[in-house]
């Protein structure tokens, strides 16, 4: 190995722990202004709780193994709701790829179901589908799966034309484009709406257990809420972040690997 080549190895590492040690500092000061901040009466520890009460608790319902139910429950419909919104939202969008007709007509209620708050749509769904996890999950699906095949219906028609037209020239017909040069080439961006649509989900899950549900962190932040336990929603929220840092990371695996095996 060429000394270049080591002193530029070293210098990516140096700034590698140099970055890491700055996070995790701005990490740790947050927590000690906080915890002071609240021992020393700056900030309401009703309103606030702290730290420390917060990490008791989590303690507590880790012993009791309550936490990992509500984990459990938030993992399932969130995993489902995801994996139904991405496949649900590229079916579409492989459809209206293959029908341009149908495309240009429904390209109107796409754009305003984008718009829309999916919010809204909760009430109905619960009226439909009743108070259980289908509701939940419908959250989910009506956040994710507009913006899934809306991207990747975008990066379908920016496919190369010249590409396209030279499989035409071969008598190549629409199906056999789709596959063998539309896919392909649309393959970051159907891989970026796995980034998007895994918090989509998440977010799709969350509103669905606020508005109902029995279990779940959504449920335990409403509940904590209604109870005015701060120091419940705080680390229920706190267990969300880590949560959707897990799911963001697997996501970056699946990324790497269909990468690696589809391209």
Request: glycine share 8%; proline share 2%.
């Given at each position: ?21 700055l996070q995790a500092l701005l990490l740790v ?21 702290s730290p420390s009460k917060i990490a008791q ?207």
């Open positions: 190995m060429s000394d270049g080549l080591l002193l530029y190895k070293k210098k990516v590492m140096r700034e590698r722990l140099l970055k890491f040690t000061l947050f927590l000690v202004f906080w915890e002071l901040g609240v021992a020393k009466g700056y900030l309401s520890g009703f309103i606030f709780s608790l989590i303690v507590k319902m880790t012993k009791s193994g309550e936490l990992f139910w509500h984990i459990w429950v938030t993992t399932y419909e969130t995993v489902l709701g995801f994996t139904l919104g991405t496949l649900l939202g590229v079916l579409i969008a492989v459809i209206l790829w293959l029908l341009p007709f149908l495309s240009q007509v429904l390209d109107p209620y796409l754009v305003v179901l984008n718009s829309m708050p999916k919010v809204a749509l909760g009430p109905i769904f619960i009226v439909w589908l009743g108070s259980g996890t289908t509701a939940i999950i419908s959250m989910a699906l009506a956040i994710s799966v507009i913006v899934t095949v809306m991207m990747v219906h975008t990066a379908f028609k920016e496919t190369d034309a010249d590409k396209i037209k030279l499989m035409q020239s071969f008598g190549a017909k629409r199906n056999q484009i789709l596959k063998k040069v539309v896919l392909p080439s649309s393959l970051p961006a159907i891989v970026g709406a796995l980034k998007v649509n895994v918090g989509l989900s998440l977010v799709g899950i969350i509103v669905g257990e606020f508005l109902v549900s029995q279990a779940g962190l959504g449920f335990l932040i409403v509940y904590g809420g209604q109870v005015f336990q701060l120091s419940l929603v705080m680390a229920s929220i706190i267990v969300l972040c880590l949560l959707s840092a897990v799911f963001y990371v697997l996501v970056a695996l699946l990324e790497r690997f269909l990468i690696q095996n589809l391209r």
